[in-house]
């Protein structure tokens, strides 16, 4: 079988750029180590679409930035994703602050942020953030700042990639390239695959999978960033997206509500050499709830439901590298794409396909593209009387499976048999949020793991919480013997 | 609109109780609503022998037990609906519920029940800083995967929190041949039973490690160790004493807290030590017609008392029905304040005596009575701490209206004191406060 492009990774960024390959007459396969998509930085991040004030001006970050961020607008209405605009503050908590808040002005003025505003005071900043420190001089107001949800963007683009005739290939792991008749040939842990393009959205792997072809022009620098999780009860406490100013030292802590309505603090940044390292750390996580109570001192720690740390693709080259390899034209890189990598994807995914035309890939608009996805119903979110219609059409969704959450049988079968669907325990709980809420799959894992199984015909033992052997069960009690 | 007399939210031994005994004082309008397969709530995964001593002089297993009113329910002909989830109390009293067969379901009840039991913590445990690994469980689902489902949760385990489901599931874990390296528990003490104690630990030998905790979590995919740490009298890990333990399970036991999501936006006080409702001497909760009963109220040891209580609550629902009929505007659901029999009907606050926890106490429950009440109450009650020849008293302003003394006291183990009805006329103002008087030194481990 040979492809037009294989994309290699189905995080956000490899399912946003197949997605959009998917609108031309192309063969294109997505391949993904994990044993779901979004099993890379798309699934632990801060879910921000970022106004676009940060990056330098004249960097690819900038210039994919503020085009992603008004990007999102149409393409969470197409994919049915969640997408909230409710702006965001840069505290600055002295004149000094304030002084850094004017050049991020500035700034974002030159990369065309609009709206941009500088409050003055504490009184200012309580009218949009009431919850905020009276230790606060003021706060730079970013209006198009938005959030998401991150996973479920990738799912969407992945969906509706194979809706358009995309193929994705789940725990298949690239393992070697080669070149030979203007042909890749890719070496995977599924066995080989030949394609005319690559387009390399590895990830923190972005490197290894660049040195596949010989080319070791970037290193990735993974940086850990660890976060807290807390009850729905402290979703308000945060009504905007609360950023500090950043120093030499620190990028801050920042608070944000969820589009799910709980409310999110974090992330630390410290270097790691470890690539697969998702570990917390008691000091870590000191380093968020201080950073957390100094901009809004009445969250109320005890409702912390969990703490979880994402990787940053950070690379030594300081800017996103989007771009052909110098070692192969048609070996496009979308590589060391850390923050604001999420706000981006849809531009560079648009990019990309650019670059691939260049190096010569015929791009023909398919006719029948479908650029809607949609998303599975939630029947905790429907009326009573579409309730009684759902299970009127469907009976599993009489079902309740997670009680915390209100998820049905329905919503997680759908999961399961969507293209590219859940095989792991916590592939359904993002996708369905079953097992997210208060009992934290307590009473539900037990019966996801009998509905997984019965649905994928395998035994209960052989199902998994995520990657590799992440085993739930260890095999049958003795009388069942 | 379906009307029904008594709904029942709720089909374990509090739920089924209620309903055996609301039918048997003459109501034959009650659904009872659980959502599980069976009926029997929490007993059916509690395989042990262990239930009913009080209450049928025998050791049953939790599904023996849960048979018996399974039976009755069945022989009263009372209306069950299985696999029937609850997701909304209305003010108006309109129950709304989900299954399969009926789809969505709205029933506009004259009174309520309230014995949706409780569900084990987990917030806080899952913080421990490290990995997210598989091999992680709430002691409940293991008991679930292993009683239920026939499967082993893992082979090599690790146990915290010592709660009654944690020290049962490491003997039943250990009887399954798997190795149950320790039990840590945070505080100087357990909080199980006496009783599991030697007979889920003790006799298989796993060591209970008290001031212990887990501080930090090993492995990728599935659960390769554990750091374990003691901890001081903050619960903060001691330097030099961190020790990694290999283990494939860490099952959490950390406590269980009453599942009353439901009363939402119900006006309903609630009981923040119990994380249940206040109730009254009748299981009526602040919020007329509405009645609690078992494990939503307040954690119990002893499935016993679940059912006596829970019959009260039927008895009393059945009363208030009967009385809104035969009241001055029978036939209409708007009730008459104080018009009820035997008290039933929720009072002006000035007709309740408040009961407070004082010195020493955690919690008490009920948390009123009314003050006509013409009935012994038993009050249930925790201690904070472990104390040896424990003296409690229940004072009404200055006077002791009771007092009675312990040989022993722990926090895992209820215990309960009666107010009879004489006393109860004897109270002049509106609270009493049951303590122990100061002075009373906390004791260490128990070891006798
Ligand atoms: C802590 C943190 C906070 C962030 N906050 C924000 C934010 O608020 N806003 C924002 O815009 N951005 C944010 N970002 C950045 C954003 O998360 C990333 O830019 C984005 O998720 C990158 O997507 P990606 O597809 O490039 O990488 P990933 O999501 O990492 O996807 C790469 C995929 O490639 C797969 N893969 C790797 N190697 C191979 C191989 N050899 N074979 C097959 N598959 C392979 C991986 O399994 C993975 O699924 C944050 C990042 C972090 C870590
Ligand atoms: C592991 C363990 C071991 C025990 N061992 C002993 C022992 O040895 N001896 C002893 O005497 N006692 C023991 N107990 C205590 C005793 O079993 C419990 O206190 C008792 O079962 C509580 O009864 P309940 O009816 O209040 O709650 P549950 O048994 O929990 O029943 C509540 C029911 O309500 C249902 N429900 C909840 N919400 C809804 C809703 N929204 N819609 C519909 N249905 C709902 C639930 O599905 C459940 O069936 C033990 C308890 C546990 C947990």
């Known amino acids: 079988m040979t492809y037009d492009v294989a994309v290699i990774g189905a995080g956000v960024v490899g399912a946003l750029t197949a997605r959009e390959l998917s609108k031309y007459e192309l063969r294109i396969c997505i391949l993904e180590k994990g044993a779901d998509v979004a099993s890379g930085s798309s699934k632990a991040n801060s879910a921000i679409v970022h106004a676009g004030y940060d990056p330098l001006p004249g960097t690819l970050k900038a210039r994919f930035n503020v085009k992603g961020n008004e990007m999102f607008e149409r393409l969470s209405q197409e994919l049915e994703v969640p997408f909230k605009r409710i702006g965001s503050l840069v505290l600055a908590f002295n004149e000094a602050d304030m002084e850094v808040l004017q050049k991020l002005y500035e700034r974002g003025a030159e990369n065309g942020v609009p709206g941009l505003e500088i409050l003055r005071g504490y009184e200012d900043t309580a009218r949009i953030e009431p919850n905020v420190s009276t230790d606060v001089a003021g706060a730079l107001y970013a209006p198009s700042a938005a959030i998401t949800c991150p996973y479920e963007l990738t799912y969407a683009a992945v969906e509706n990639a194979a809706a358009n005739r995309a193929e994705i290939m789940l725990e298949t792991e690239v393992a070697g390239i080669s070149y030979e008749d203007d042909l890749f040939k890719i070496t995977t842990s599924q066995g080989d695959i030949s394609s005319r393009f690559i387009v390399n959205a590895a990830g923190v792997f972005s490197d290894n999978a660049a040195a596949m072809i010989g080319d070791n022009s970037f290193e990735i620098k993974p940086r850990k960033g660890e976060y807290l999780l807390l009850d729905k009860s402290q979703g308000d406490m945060a009504r905007t997206i609360v950023f500090q100013t950043p120093s030499t030292t620190s990028k801050g802590i920042l608070v944000t509500p969820t589009v799910d309505g709980n409310l999110l603090m974090g992330p630390t940044s410290t270097d790691t050499s470890d690539r697969e390292d998702l570990s917390t750390a008691i000091s870590e996580l000191q380093k968020v709830i201080n950073g957390a109570l100094r901009s809004v001192p009445g969250i109320n720690l005890k409702q912390v439901i969990t703490s979880f740390t994402g990787l940053r693709a950070t690379p030594d080259t300081s800017d996103f590298i989007v771009s052909p390899s110098p070692v192969n034209k048609k070996f496009i890189h979308a590589a060391g794409i850390e923050s604001p990598g999420l706000t981006a994807a849809p531009a560079i995914a648009e990019y990309v396909a650019g670059l691939l035309k260049d190096a010569g890939l015929e791009l023909v608009q398919r006719k029948d593209f479908n650029p809607v996805r949609k998303s599975i119903v939630r029947f905790n979110d429907a009326s009573d009387g579409k309730k009684a219609e759902l299970i009127g059409g469907n009976r599993q969704y009489g079902r309740v499976i997670c009680r915390c959450e209100l998820v049905t049988e ?27 809420g208060r009992c934290q799959g307590g009473f539900c894992a037990p019966r996801i793991v009998e509905i997984l199984s019965r649905e994928l015909g395998v035994p209960a033992e052989s199902i998994r919480k995520t990657d590799g052997s992440s085993m739930l069960l260890t095999g049958r009690t003795k009388e069942a013997l | 609109m379906r009307e029904a007399d008594i709904v029942i939210i709720g089909g374990g031994p509090a739920g089924m109780a209620a309903a055996i005994e609301a039918s048997k004082n003459g109501n034959k309008n009650i659904v009872l609503l659980e959502r599980d397969r069976t009926l029997g709530g929490i007993l059916q995964q509690c395989v042990h022998n262990g239930f009913g001593l009080h209450l049928f002089g025998e050791e049953l297993t939790g599904p023996e037990y849960a048979e018996r009113f399974i039976r009755q329910i069945n022989e009263l002909d009372i209306d069950v609906k299985l696999d029937t989830m609850v997701f909304d109390i209305s003010k108006d009293k309109v129950v709304t519920a989900v299954n399969s067969e009926d789809g969505l379901i709205k029933l506009k009840a004259r009174s309520i029940v309230l014995s949706t039991g409780c569900r084990e913590r987990t917030r806080g445990a899952l913080n421990i800083p490290g990995t ?32 009654d489901i944690g020290l049962i599931m490491a003997r039943r874990m250990t009887l399954e041949g798997a190795e149950v390296k320790m039990v840590c528990e945070l505080m100087p003490y357990s909080g199980g039973l006496k009783r599991n104690i030697v007979q889920c630990l003790d006799d298989y030998n796993i060591p209970l490690k008290l001031s212990h905790t887990v501080v930090e979590i090993h492995g990728r995919e599935r659960l390769e160790g554990v750091t374990v740490a003691k901890a001081d009298e903050q619960g903060r890990p001691v330097d030099g004493t961190y020790e990694y333990v290999e283990c494939d399970t860490l099952l959490l036991s950390v406590g269980l807290i009453p599942e009353n999501e439901l009363i939402g936006a119900l006006p309903i006080e609630m009981d923040g030590t119990t994380s249940g409702p206040v109730v009254d001497e009748s299981a009526q909760t602040s919020c007329e017609g509405i009645f609690a009963c078992g494990n939503s109220v307040y954690v119990h040891d002893l499935v016993d008392y679940v059912t006596l209580e829970g019959y009260k609550a039927g008895k009393c629902a059945a009363e208030y029905v009967a009385s809104l009929s035969s009241g001055s505007n ?13 008290g039933t009907t929720a009072a002006e606050p000035k007709d309740m005596i408040r009961i407070k926890s004082g010195h020493g106490i955690r919690s008490v429950v009920p948390q009123q009575v009314h003050r006509e009440c013409r009935e012994d109450v038993r009050l249930f009650f925790r201690v904070g701490g472990i104390y040896h020849n424990a003296a409690f008293a229940v004072d009404s302003g200055d006077k002791t209206l009771h007092s009675v003394k312990r040989r022993i006291v722990t926090p895992g183990e209820m215990e309960s004191i009666i107010l009879t009805a004489d006393m109860i006329s004897k109270i002049k103002g509106d609270t009493v406060i049951l303590s122990m008087p100061a002075g009373q030194e906390k004791g260490g481990e128990v070891n006798e």
């Open chain 1, 410 to 436: 329905a919503e997680i079968v759908e999961a399961i048999r969507r293209p590219a669907g859940a095989r792991t325990v916590d592939a359904v709980k993002r996708r369905t949020r079953a097992g997210m």
């Open chain 2, 132 to 163: 997210r690994p598989a091999g992680i469980y709430t002691a409940g689902t293991a008991q679930r995967f292993v009683n239920m489902e026939g499967y082993m949760p893992g082979r090599k385990v690790v146990i915290l929190g010592s709660g």
């Open chain 2, 330 to 342: 029978a036939g209409s659901d708007v009730p008459v304040a104080g018009v009820g029999a035997k």
